[in-house]
């Protein structure tokens, strides 16, 4: 392979690699504002956030709680007095996140 297709390929590569290695979700555990952890409501219009459900590269690996959800990736769904409102989306995510039973936070 000629020296220029090699270095045409990896210029292509790494900018189809950067939205896989950039994570929106700052140190602080917050996405536009919004600290990510603590009461969801989930709604159909006016989210706060639009969320999309994977399982493999997410931005937040996120545990659904009953009571106190004061770490980050902490959920407690609710439909009343939400810390903020999600709506749960295919395309064009704000946030991407991964539904685990232990180990929540930042990937």
């Known amino acids: 392979m000629s020296p220029i297709r090699t270095f045409v390929l ?11 290695l950039a994570n929106p979700v700052t140190q602080d555990c917050t996405l536009k504002g919004i600290p990510l952890k603590g009461r969801v409501q989930i709604v159909d219009h006016f989210p706060d956030l639009r969320v999309k459900i994977v399982t493999t590269f997410p931005d937040l690996n996120v545990k659904e709680v009953k009571h106190f959800p004061t770490h980050c990736g902490e959920w407690q769904f609710v439909t009343a007095f939400p810390d903020f409102k999600i709506q749960l989306v ?5 946030l991407t996140i991964k539904l685990v039973n232990a180990f929540p936070g930042r990937r």
């Not at 990896?10 to 896989?20: A, D, F, N």
């Open 10 to 20: 990896g210029v292509v590569l790494s900018t189809l690699s950067l939205p896989l």
């Open 90 to 94: 295919d395309v064009f995510p704000d």
